[in-house]
T-cell receptor, first 115, second 117 residues
Framework: AQKITQTQPGMFVQEKEAVTLDCTYD???????LFWYKQPSSGEMIFLIY??????QNATEGRYSLNFQKARKSANLVISASQLGDSAMYFC????????????FGSGTKLNVKP | NAGVMQNPRHLVRRRGQEARLRCSPM?????VYWYRQLPEEGLKFMVY????????ESGMPKERFSAEFPKEGPSILRIQQVVRGDSAAYFC???????????????FGSGTQLSVL
């Protein structure tokens, strides 16, 4: 069975500093995809970054990077140079090739960026 | 607007009434997913549909909940005889066909916040 774990219910970071949000996953499928979504207080789900299980390099999208450690089954999100607008809930999600129709979401991490 | 459209944005119902939530997928997307988000929790899969077919409804409660995605028109999530525990945010997402590259992500709508009084 697939499972996503986010162990940090809440995080604080000072503006302009970097922050790492943790995510571990569990799947027996060799082919899978890992995602991070941002959910601001307005409620919408905003796609941030994707990492495929066969990708050799860590994914990067602007200030977002995904620290993918396959052997440890972790897919941590790194946000560099935090901005006040980064304050939101962040969800890690996964699908596996054998179960494409379901995205499994972690319970989320609430990030607060302090001025 | 080419995004996933959900309406209404907010829906208030009294216990025992019916709730109908609508979702229009992105243009060209033939796969629709419904997720439920309880307060302070992540999204939980409910159902996966293609046009006129329910592919996977393993996350749907067995009673009172149903979903459809007709040949024409939006996908509908229907909750009959709502109870207070149904209060949640319901998100719809769409994706292209399964032939799409595996990095294809889900595109989410803005959600419908259902409040049951």
């Amino acid at each position: 069975a697939q499972k996503i774990t986010q162990t940090q219910p809440g995080m604080f970071v000072q503006e302009k500093e970097a922050v790492t949000l943790d995510c571990t996953y569990d799947t027996s499928d060799p082919s899978y995809g890992l995602f991070w979504y941002k959910q601001p207080s307005s409620g919408e789900m905003i796609f941030l970054i994707y990492q495929g299980s066969y990708d050799q390099q860590n994914a990067t999208e602007g200030r977002y990077s995904l620290n993918f450690q396959k052997a440890r089954k972790s897919a941590n999100l790194v946000i560099s140079a935090s901005q006040l607008g980064d304050s939101a809930m962040y969800f890690c999600a996964m699908y596996s090739q054998g179960n494409f129709n379901k995205f499994y979401f972690g319970s989320g991490t609430k990030l607060n960026v302090k001025p | 607007n080419a995004g996933v459209m959900q309406n209404p944005r907010h829906l208030v119902r009294r216990r025992g009434q019916e709730a109908r939530l609508r979702c229009s997928p992105m243009k060209g997307h033939s796969h629709v997913y419904w997720y439920r988000q309880l307060p302070e929790e992540g999204l939980k899969f409910m159902v996966y549909l293609q046009k006129e077919n329910i592919i996977d409804e393993s996350g749907m409660p067995k009673e009172r909940f149903s979903a459809e995605f007709p040949k024409e028109g939006p996908s509908i999530l229907r909750i009959q005889q709502v109870v207070r525990g149904d209060s949640a945010a319901y998100f719809c997402a769409s994706s292209p066909s399964l032939d799409a590259p595996t990095n294809e992500k889900l595109f989410f709508g803005s959600g419908t916040q259902l409040s049951v009084l």
